[in-house]
């Protein structure tokens, strides 16, 4: 190992004479303490006592560098650990925007009677239960808006709110809907709970209930 510039001199005057050889030195306390050791000691020390300061300063400088090599893979590590949370936080992130994006055309469908749509949108196992109380499955939703039985004129939500468990979300909100359900007023004011499953590469709605809020 070669000596920084200053210290590599000072060796080269000093330790040299007595049959040293060159190590590793930085600007150090504990450097310029054995060299001021090695200057002190008699023209006449003995080998295994020079060697013996060598070997201090050796370990001295070896534990410097095991600090910082320590230092530098705790700092790398936590740089990782951030970057993997990060990670993890944005595709949440996105599944709530394009399951709040679905959920609106879903919206749209119903309201348009879009049957194409809906079969898209719908799990092939959905279950429903609406604002009137009524069970529904997926052909029974798209038999019904399309045949006019079950019809919306408006359909806003608020208050939503996405929680995504892997290739599993729940959705919750406040629906304010205007509508007839076989010719009776569907309740205005709902709350809501939809559960979305992803199948392959889109999310589908497996089942949806509405609760009607109940005005004091």
């Known amino acids: 190992m070669l000596l920084c510039a200053s210290d590599h001199l000072i060796w080269r005057g000093v330790g040299k004479q007595r049959g040293l050889t060159p190590a590793c030195s930085g ?3 504990s450097v310029f303490a054995v060299i001021r050791m090695l200057r002190r000691a008699p023209a006449d020390a003995s080998r295994s006592t020079l ?13 410097r560098k095991t600090f910082v090599i320590a230092v530098l893979v705790l700092t790398t590590a936590s740089i990782g650990l951030g970057q993997k949370q990060s990670a993890r936080r944005a595709p949440k992130s996105r599944v709530d925007q394009v399951i709040r994006q679905v959920d609106h055309e879903r919206i749209q469908a119903q309201i348009g009677g879009d049957a194409a749509a809906l079969d898209h949108i719908y799990a092939d196992n959905f279950i429903g239960i609406g604002p009137s ?8 939703v798209i038999a019904d808006f399309t045949s006019g039985d079950l019809k919306f004129q408006s359909i806003i939500t608020d208050d939503v709110q996405v929680r995504v468990y892997g290739n599993a979300a729940v959705e919750t909100g406040r629906s304010t809907m205007i509508g007839q359900d076989k010719g009776k007023t569907v309740p205005r004011d709902n709350r809501f709970t939809r559960v979305w499953i992803k199948q392959g590469a889109h999310w589908r709605l497996v089942a949806n209930h509405y609760s009607s809020l109940i005005t004091p």
């Open 27 to 29: 600007a150090r306390k």
């Open 51 to 63: 060697r013996g300061m060598q070997h201090y300063l050796q370990g001295q400088l070896s534990m």
């Open 133 to 140: 109380g009524t069970v529904r499955t997926k052909a029974q």
